[in-house]
């Protein structure tokens, strides 16, 4: 299951709440070993290595390939076993995520805990497969012409590493490899976290060498055996994850359904860094991805609905802009470093179930058909990608293995990907002793910081945590804030007037300039988040921000038609926090709200306002 596909370092720099133990002045010179292997410093506070690894482990004499690691030594007195992170994808590889992984652990485990990140082969420092037939590849990547293309990148797989290669990147030959790099390490047990794909990794792995393990931790997981070929639930999810954000809001998906499939909705707009954004287009296959997409990506999820509002009532901008940034933001190419969709496809084609050919789809993804359904991205859902992948080697099938080792399972109840409800079915076939949590109101992977829910971030870390101290608190799953949704309306006299708490009634044109300012100023921290800190940052509908760290100063900002916004405020990543002066319409207006809380604070002079923080 594929995390996403936007780079996320600037989220990640904002959100992570790791500050790693600093060198006195320079980095270590020199060498470190550790077991039977001789590491070398390579920056970050960390220490590279890798070991060779037959590409058919039928064949040892043959091909071989390196499998690349780097480890992070505890600082102080060690205590308890080394700490492995796998990441998701498939493609993505693990050091990639390094930031990620030591913000999960935090300063504390790290001092005395060593961490361990192995980039799966055909990632990263691991025989990469860099693909040029679908790395930059920026068409629709789901049907038979994309196929073909999934079929040419097995012949480079193939050209690169030697005949029949393409057969021997699934997931059992880099769990091996994982348990050889352990080996060579000296490593007698670790405690072992996979998110996304990393937990069908993991299960694997569980299953191959249960030895190893003092425990494990699925993030956003999914299941190892007997997976559903259609992942029926993730539809199920989706509309609750639609109805909990916005109740309604999958009626009226279904009647923009109806229009769209009559006559889709094109158009232009701005992407999020101001740059034109042409052929956007909204059909059925865009509207499909969009609802998946918002599995992982919140800015989607809080906005879908005020989108498709705005279209029902004949104001397509709303939705064009998000169609197109979304797009932007989840579907670009990346290099292979980043993120290898060669790897993607050669797991995929290799080890999750083929839909069996001309099946009708199930009719369970309502309002969507399941035709229009199996249209998304192959690299959300891979239906139809793998019809032109070659004969292969099997991948040998995965034991049977129940473990007693403590097993925590824990995901988002707003995660369509990894629905945190299939956990209940195949939790408690892993082991004696599993403990599922749910985190309300969070997405896909949550934990690792590349979203903007700060919240919901906090305490999937905390959960991590203690149950690795070995005393698992999950209590703040149940209390993490709920999403705030926007509004689109056309115009000012549309706007919904805030309420008046204290002071003398300012009059009901003021108090609607109130919730526009609020909305615009919101509207703008969303389109930061979407150009990863980028200086500039576009308006709804005409104006730009500009922003210098977390100032964000709006200039001539056309949220509705008719009244731009002006004036600076600050946005605090590390609460979701906004603290703005603004002027719409010739009323100044003082705004603040924090992810926490559901209303926002508006003054306007004396007078002390109230709305549903934006």
Same mark, same amino acid.
């Given at each position: 299951?594929?995390?996403?596909?936007?780079?996320?370092?600037?989220?990640?720099?904002?959100?992570?709440?790791?500050?790693?133990?600093?060198?006195? !002045?320079?980095?270590?010179?020199?060498?470190?070993?550790?077991?039977?292997?001789?590491?070398?410093?390579?920056?970050?506070?960390?220490?590279?290595?890798?070991?060779?690894?037959?590409?058919?482990?039928?064949?040892?004499?043959?091909?071989?390939?390196?499998?690349?690691?780097?480890?992070?030594?505890?600082?102080?007195?060690?205590?308890?076993?080394?700490?492995?992170?796998?990441?998701?994808?498939?493609?993505?590889?693990?050091?990639?995520?390094?930031?990620?992984?030591?913000?999960?652990?935090?300063?504390?485990?790290?001092?005395?805990?060593?961490?361990?990140?192995?980039? &799966?082969?055909?990632?990263?420092?691991?025989?990469?497969?860099?693909?040029?037939?679908?790395?930059?590849?920026?068409?629709?990547?789901?049907?038979?012409?994309? $196929?073909?293309?999934? =079929?040419?990148?097995?012949?480079?797989?193939?050209?690169?590493?030697?005949?029949?290669?393409?057969?021997?990147?699934?997931?059992?030959?880099?769990?091996? *490899?994982?348990?050889? +790099?352990?080996?060579?390490?000296?490593?007698?047990?670790? *405690?072992?976290?996979?998110?996304?794909?990393?937990?069908?990794?993991?299960?694997?792995?569980?299953?191959?060498?249960?030895?190893?393990?003092?425990?494990?931790?699925?993030?956003?997981?999914?299941?190892?055996?007997?997976?559903?070929?259609?992942?029926?639930?993730?539809?199920?999810?989706?509309?609750?994850?639609?109805?909990?954000?916005?109740?309604?809001?999958?009626?009226?998906?279904?009647?923009?359904?109806?229009?769209?499939?009559?006559?889709?909705?094109?158009?232009?707009? %701005?992407?999020? !860094?101001?740059?034109?954004?042409?052929?956007?287009? +909204? *059909?059925?296959?865009?509207?499909? @991805?969009? +609802?998946?997409?918002?599995?992982? !990506?919140?800015?989607?999820?809080?906005?879908? *609905?005020?989108?498709?509002?705005?279209?029902? $009532?004949?104001? @397509?901008?709303?939705?064009?802009?998000?169609?197109? #940034?979304?797009? /932007?933001? &989840?579907?670009?190419?990346?290099?292979?470093?980043?993120?290898?969709?060669?790897?993607?496809?050669?797991?995929?084609?290799?080890?999750?179930?083929? +839909?069996?050919?001309?099946?009708?789809?199930?009719?369970?993804?309502?309002?969507?058909?399941?035709?229009?359904?199996?249209?998304?991205?192959?690299?959300?859902?891979?239906?139809?990608?793998? /019809?032109?992948?070659?004969?292969?080697?099997?991948?040998?099938?995965?034991?049977?293995?129940?473990?007693?080792?403590?097993?925590?399972?824990?995901?988002? !109840?707003?995660?369509?990907?990894?629905?945190?409800?299939?956990?209940?079915?195949?939790?408690?076939?892993?082991?004696? &002793?599993?403990?599922?949590?749910?985190?309300? &109101?969070?997405?896909?992977?949550?934990?690792?910081?590349?979203?903007?829910?700060?919240?919901?971030?906090?305490?999937?870390?905390?959960?991590? %945590?203690?149950?690795?101290?070995?005393?698992?608190?999950?209590?703040?799953?149940?209390?993490?804030?709920?999403?705030? /949704?926007?509004?689109?309306?056309?115009?000012?006299?549309?706007?919904?007037?805030?309420?008046?708490?204290?002071?003398?009634?300012?009059?009901?044109?003021? %108090?609607?300039?109130?919730?526009?300012?609020? #909305?615009?100023?919101?509207?703008?921290?969303?389109?930061?988040?979407?150009?990863?800190?980028?200086?500039?940052?576009?308006?709804?509908?005409?104006?730009?921000?500009?922003?210098? =760290?977390?100032?964000?100063?709006?200039? %001539?900002?056309?949220?509705?038609?008719?009244?731009?916004?002006?004036?600076?405020?600050?946005?605090?990543?590390?609460?979701?926090?906004?603290?703005?002066?603004?002027?719409?319409?010739?009323?100044?207006?003082?705004?603040?709200?924090?992810?926490?809380?559901?209303?926002?604070?508006?003054?306007?002079?004396?007078?002390?306002?109230?709305?549903?923080?934006?």
């Amino acid at each position: 299951m594929l995390r996403r596909l936007a780079v996320v370092g600037f989220l990640v720099g904002l959100l992570s709440s790791f500050a790693g133990p600093a060198w006195a !002045d320079a980095p270590p010179a020199g060498q470190l070993r550790v077991g039977s292997l001789v590491l070398r410093y390579c920056g970050d506070k960390g220490w590279c290595g890798s070991i060779s690894r037959p590409l058919d482990p039928a064949r040892p004499t043959g091909r071989r390939i390196k499998v690349g690691f780097k480890w992070f030594d505890a600082v102080g007195d060690k205590s308890g076993p080394p700490l492995v992170a796998v990441e998701g994808g498939p493609g993505y590889p693990s050091i990639g995520s390094r930031i990620e992984y030591r913000g999960i652990y935090g300063v504390p485990l790290l001092r005395t805990r060593d961490l361990l990140l192995v980039d &799966n082969r055909g990632t990263g420092r691991s025989a990469r497969i860099d693909c040029s037939s679908v790395q930059g590849f920026t068409g629709r990547t789901s049907g038979p012409a994309f $196929a073909r293309r999934v =079929g040419q990148c097995a012949e480079e797989i193939d050209g690169r590493y030697g005949r029949g290669a393409h057969s021997f990147f699934a997931t059992a030959y880099a769990a091996d *490899d994982l348990a050889a +790099v352990l080996h060579a390490l000296g490593l007698e047990q670790v *405690d072992l976290y996979g998110d996304s794909y990393g937990t069908f990794f993991v299960q694997d792995y569980m299953a191959r060498h249960p030895l190893t393990l003092h425990s494990v931790i699925l993030d956003s997981a999914y299941p190892r055996r007997d997976l559903d070929p259609w992942y029926t639930s993730s539809g199920a999810a989706a509309r609750t994850a639609l109805e909990t954000v916005s109740p309604g809001s999958v009626l009226r998906l279904g009647v923009l359904l109806d229009r769209v499939r009559a006559t889709p909705i094109a158009g232009t707009a %701005r992407d999020a !860094d101001t740059s034109l954004l042409q052929g956007v287009r +909204v *059909d059925p296959r865009v509207l499909a @991805d969009m +609802v998946q997409d918002a599995g992982s !990506d919140p800015v989607t999820l809080r906005e879908l *609905d005020a989108s498709v509002r705005a279209a029902l $009532a004949g104001d @397509d901008v709303p939705l064009l802009r998000l169609a197109g #940034q979304s797009t /932007t933001w &989840n579907h670009s190419p990346t290099s292979a470093g980043y993120f290898s969709r060669g790897a993607y496809l050669a797991v995929s084609c290799l080890d999750y179930p083929v +839909v069996p050919d001309l099946a009708k789809p199930p009719d369970a993804f309502a309002p969507f058909t399941g035709a229009e359904w199996r249209t998304m991205s192959g690299f959300s859902q891979p239906y139809d990608i793998c /019809t032109d992948w070659p004969p292969s080697v099997r991948p040998p099938p995965v034991p049977t293995v129940k473990l007693s080792v403590p097993i925590l399972i824990l995901g988002g !109840d707003l995660d369509s990907l990894t629905p945190v409800g299939d956990a209940a079915t195949f939790g408690p076939t892993l082991g004696d &002793n599993v403990q599922i949590v749910v985190l309300k &109101n969070t997405v896909h992977v949550t934990s690792e910081g590349d979203t903007y829910l700060v919240e919901g971030m906090r305490c999937a870390r905390q959960v991590i %945590r203690s149950f690795l101290r070995g005393a698992l608190q999950s209590d703040c799953a149940a209390t993490i804030p709920a999403l705030h /949704t926007p509004d689109y309306p056309l115009t000012l006299a549309a706007a919904a007037p805030a309420t008046l708490v204290s002071g003398p009634d300012p009059g009901e044109p003021a %108090r609607r300039a109130a919730t526009v300012a609020a #909305q615009a100023f919101a509207d703008a921290t969303m389109r930061f988040i979407y150009t990863e800190g980028a200086r500039y940052g576009a308006g709804l509908r005409g104006g730009r921000f500009v922003a210098s =760290g977390s100032k964000l100063a709006l200039q %001539r900002v056309r949220f509705v038609s008719d009244a731009e916004v002006s004036g600076t405020g600050t946005f605090t990543a590390a609460t979701g926090g906004v603290d703005a002066t603004l002027t719409v319409a010739g009323v100044q207006v003082h705004v603040t709200w924090t992810q926490a809380t559901p209303t926002a604070t508006a003054t306007i002079g004396t007078s002390v306002l109230a709305l549903p923080a934006p």
